[in-house]
């Protein structure tokens, strides 16, 4: 038991941070919000020199095989920095080609994500914004050599960059046997596919994604045909745990910012900081991201041990929603007028990190998760077991 | 990062759950229930032995006083299944981490083995009528007097000095120097003549709050100094540097299982407790709302248990606090406040049952719990002075 980064992974987290400081400045996410393909391709370009899309993708295909949470450490300094780049659109579904793909499909996307030659994205929700089965309408029907795909898929991240896109279908009815989805890899200009650009609070590139019979190879299933949901679980699992690790990053900088303002700010005579009841705020934004990065790591760490780990997902994610929202709303409420004005950088962090709360489970639907684990399933929990009881 | 308990430390909570469940018997429970969970009856004191027998007190301190060597976090599972079913033993809030940081060889070799044995326990003899969050306004004097120091002076909300064997005394020994650094620290034994304790009843005492209740203590005490006479080889540390030697030990006393227990325990029992009843048919686990605070407790418990496990990760790396404590005792705290305060509002009007009620729920510990829980946001350290610590040590912000 030693729940604090080992020398490795501070080294690692550090050297992110001094590559990002020095190549990431916030006048690099102003530009880029305004920017039609919303990522600088030279800091890109820098970033797969690094190694860093590869971190933990198979050495078999380019990648340095590590740890999850080798991923999640650059992710949370990458939030930090707000580097605008399709990072964790990217990672997040060749991890799930890694896992779940087959030999071809593993050979045509990995090594092209770890050398940054190759831009991804995923597609899960639709009108029913919810993160379950049921809400996966979009349909796949065979013909012959292909699928068709029809459908709308909402809130698709860098959809306007990404040449390829895991998309989740609805291919059979749920029955008992599977849930009737099914995952395909589709490239991003196969004829039929329309995409609008969504203008978001996180000013950040997202699209709805029409697929109006949409062509697809069977070749380009992901997983098997009717049991993609298990695939598309531990996808959005890996999505949500690597979002929470950039929250933590982006939470933890807006509040050092509010507190080194607290410090230097004058009012009645003598820096505001030196109010207790400004030292309190300062206090609580603090514990509340340090309580919400202690969550990410356990949920990373299971993970990595592999682990059943959606529980602690769903209790990283709940908790992120509530307390880094908090505090850097609280961390606006400390800069007073200046915290509201454009000019001032501090909504670039404000924004993103409200934005995040509201992607990948809201707080009502990770306690759903929770709830049913902990409520519904038969025999005494108690906090530290080793298992909780998977709903 | 690591947050597993290694194979033998997952057998050692098997094997203290197994004892637990051979040896403290109903009778024990009852005894423990009848004295307090700070005192010690004739079976308890038996049981206890037997704890000590397995060498399961005192684990992680250092063998030639009578310890195990091992490591903070083994210490921590007995200590923790121990305290689920609401009995005390060794380690934290011994006063051991203090007296193994600041004291003598003959302090060390004389009071850690009694600690061991069960002989021995201290009582917090820290707050005064006029000092409490403000401690180190103390007035309580020790004068010297050749080999002797003379102590006059009260202290209050003294919850072990009608049980224990020795108090822990932070006294005044230069009134002249500046507030912090006039002060020492003696461990002084309760039958020295001129030491009077007279009782303090609290709000759980009649009727008498289960065993488990947070702050469930029935009664506390003040204690009187006149003239006590003591040998200079009682103080522990440095002559007035007590305040240090005492936020030593109140920092090493946040960190373990009987502060974390404190504010979580009400967690798993309202969760355990939903799932078997439903009261008469309302069944409040099926309740979408109650369902949902359920779980939001738990994320907040979960926090509870990895803030403690980042403090003892820290202790074990021989590291030192900067915040982490103090955090851990602001957000624990409050936590269980806001955990017994939901579960009132589940529960209804049976929340309302104390422990000598008809139709109380678990022998009314939740109501009870609404009685104590705001106390462990005072004691040893308010949660206003542990936000004061965090944003002054931790983030470095200017005093006012």
């Known amino acids: ?391 | 990062m690591d947050f597993a308990y290694t194979p033998e430390q997952q057998t050692l909570r098997e094997e203290v759950r197994q004892f637990i469940a051979e040896y403290v018997t109903p009778e024990i429970l009852a005894e423990v229930e009848e004295s307090g969970v700070r005192s010690r009856g004739p079976k308890t004191r038996e049981m206890y032995q037997k704890v000590a027998d397995r060498g399961w007190i005192g684990i992680s301190w250092p063998k030639e006083y009578g310890g195990q060597g091992g490591s903070r976090i083994d210490q921590y599972i007995v200590e923790e299944e121990f305290g689920r079913v609401g009995v005390e033993v060794g380690g934290a809030g011994s006063g051991a981490p203090a007296i193994l940081a600041a004291g003598t060889e003959e302090q060390k070799k004389y009071f850690l083995p009694g600690l061991i044995r069960g002989e021995i326990s201290f009582a917090l003899g820290f707050t005064e009528p006029q000092a409490g969050a403000d401690l180190a306004g103390l007035q309580c004097r020790a004068v010297r007097d050749g080999d002797e120091f003379v102590i006059n002076g009260q202290k209050m909300y003294t919850t072990r000095a009608h049980s224990g064997s020795h108090i822990y005394l932070m006294a005044r020994t230069d009134p002249e120097a500046p507030r912090h650094k006039g002060i020492s620290i003696f461990l002084v034994p309760m039958e020295t003549p001129g030491i009077t304790v007279r009782p303090l009843w609290t709000i759980q005492n009649d009727p008498p709050a289960p065993r488990r209740t947070t702050y469930g203590d029935r009664r506390t005490n003040e204690v009187f100094f006149e003239d006590v006479h003591i040998p200079a080889s009682c103080m522990l540390g440095e002559e007035n540097t007590g305040w240090y030697v005492g936020a030593l030990g109140l920092n090493l006393d946040r960190v373990g299982a009987s502060r974390y227990l404190l504010s979580v325990q009400r967690d798993e029992d309202i969760i355990n407790w939903v799932k078997e009843n439903d009261m008469g048919g309302y069944g409040p686990s099926q309740d979408p709302a109650v369902r949902d605070r359920l779980a939001e407790l738990w994320i907040e418990a979960q926090v509870c248990r990895l803030m403690t496990m980042r403090s003892m990760s820290l202790v074990e790396r021989g590291g030192t606090f900067t915040y982490e404590g103090s955090a851990e005792k602001v957000w624990a705290p409050e936590h269980g406040v806001k955990t017994t305060e939901t579960i009132a509002q589940i529960l209804g009007a049976y929340g309302q049952l104390l422990s000598s009620s008809e139709d109380n729920i678990e022998g009314g510990v939740f109501a009870h719990n609404l009685m104590g829980a705001f106390q462990s946001g005072i004691n040893h350290g308010s949660a206003q002075v542990m936000r004061d610590q965090v944003a002054r040590r931790g983030l470095g912000m200017p005093r006012g």
């Open chain 1, 1 to 391: 038991m030693d729940v604090l980064p080992s020398e490795e992974e501070q080294m690692v987290k550090n050297l992110a941070r001094e590559f990002l400081e020095a190549e990431s400045p916030p006048r690099l996410a102003r530009d880029m919000e305004k920017d039609d393909q919303g990522y600088p391709p030279e800091l890109w370009n820098k970033m797969a020199q690094l190694g860093w899309f590869g971190m933990s993708i198979p050495e078999a295909y380019d990648g340095q095989g590590l740890p999850l949470t080798y991923l999640a450490l650059i992710l949370e300094e990458v939030g930090r920095s707000i580097a605008p780049v399709p990072f964790h659109s990217t990672v997040v579904p060749a991890l799930t080609i890694a896992s779940d793909g087959t030999e071809e499909q593993r050979q045509e996307v990995l090594p092209r994500v770890s050398q940054g030659s190759l831009i991804m994205t995923w597609a899960f929700q639709e009108q029913d914004p919810r993160l379950l089965p049921e809400a996966v309408q979009a349909q796949a029907v065979a013909d012959g050599d292909h699928y068709v795909i029809t459908g709308t898929k909402m809130f698709v991240d860098n959809f306007n960059v990404a040449e390829k896109c895991l998309v989740a279908c609805r291919t059979a009815p749920a029955s008992a046997d599977n849930q009737g989805i099914s995952m395909f890899l589709v490239n991003t200009n196969t004829p039929g596919i329309s995409h609008t650009p969504l203008v978001t609070l996180a000013k950040d590139k997202q699209s709805k994604v029409e697929f109006n019979q949409v062509r697809v190879p069977k070749a380009n299933l992901v997983g098997e045909l009717n049991q993609g949901w298990t695939v598309a679980q531990a996808m959005l699992d890996r999505a949500t745990v690597l979002l929470c690790a950039q929250m933590v990053g982006a939470a933890r900088k807006d509040i050092e910012m509010a507190i080194e303002y607290a410090k230097n700010r004058v009012a009645f005579g003598r820096p505001i900081g030196a109010f207790q009841s400004v030292q309190h705020m300062c206090a609580d934004m603090t514990i509340w991201v340090d309580g919400a990065q202690l969550l990410t790591y356990e949920a990373l760490w299971k993970m990595d041990e592999g682990l059943p780990a959606s529980i602690e997902v769903s209790q990283a994610k709940a908790f992120c929603n509530d307390k880094c929202q908090a505090a850097v709303r609280s961390s606006q409420v400390l800069h007073g007028g200046m915290g509201f004005m454009m000019e001032f950088d501090l909504h670039l962090w404000y924004r993103r990190v409200t934005a995040w709360t509201m992607r990948l489970g809201t707080s009502f639907e990770h306690r759903a998760r929770i709830s049913k684990a902990l409520i519904d399933q038969p025999g005494k929990v108690w906090l530290g077991m080793d298992q909780i009881p998977v709903a």
